[in-house]
């Protein structure tokens, strides 16, 4: 069974910084892909960051320049690191984990932790 767990959110002042942390059960080579997701109230979950098994990653437009998405392969753990936060950065990130299975892809979803950004 496969767990993903947040950590890092919490409420900033418009222009500062989170870090954001999703620790794996267990090894990330397993996974093919990574990522975060968000969602805001009212609105669909909708993808941030990504970072694919050989190391390249992908970005909302809205976040190009702001976020970075990196992973430490000896804690299981990928971040995200949010710079020069907006108020529309709002919501809840989700953590997920891509494992890519004959043809199939099984995601796996972390609970969620909560990114508040006061104007």
């Known amino acids: 069974q496969v767990q993903l767990v947040e950590s890092g959110g919490g409420l ?6 989170l870090r954001l942390s999703c620790a794996a059960s267990g090894s990330i080579f397993s996974f093919n892909a990574m990522g975060w997701y968000r969602q805001a109230p009212g609105k ?3 993808l941030v960051a ?11 437009d809205s976040v190009k320049g702001r976020f970075t998405i990196s992973r430490d392969n000896t804690k299981n753990t990928v971040y995200l ?15 997920h984990a891509d494992r890519h299975v004959d ?17």
Do not use: F
């Open 12 to 17: 900033v002042q418009a222009g500062g910084s």
């Open 103 to 119: 043809r199939h892809t099984l995601r796996y979803w972390g609970q969620g932790t909560q990114v508040t950004v006061s104007s």
């Open 44 to 46: 669909q979950r909708e």
């Open 50 to 60: 990504a970072i694919i098994s050989g190391g390249s990653t992908n970005y909302a």
């Open 81 to 95: 690191q949010m710079n020069s936060l907006k108020p529309e950065d709002t919501g809840v990130y989700y953590c």
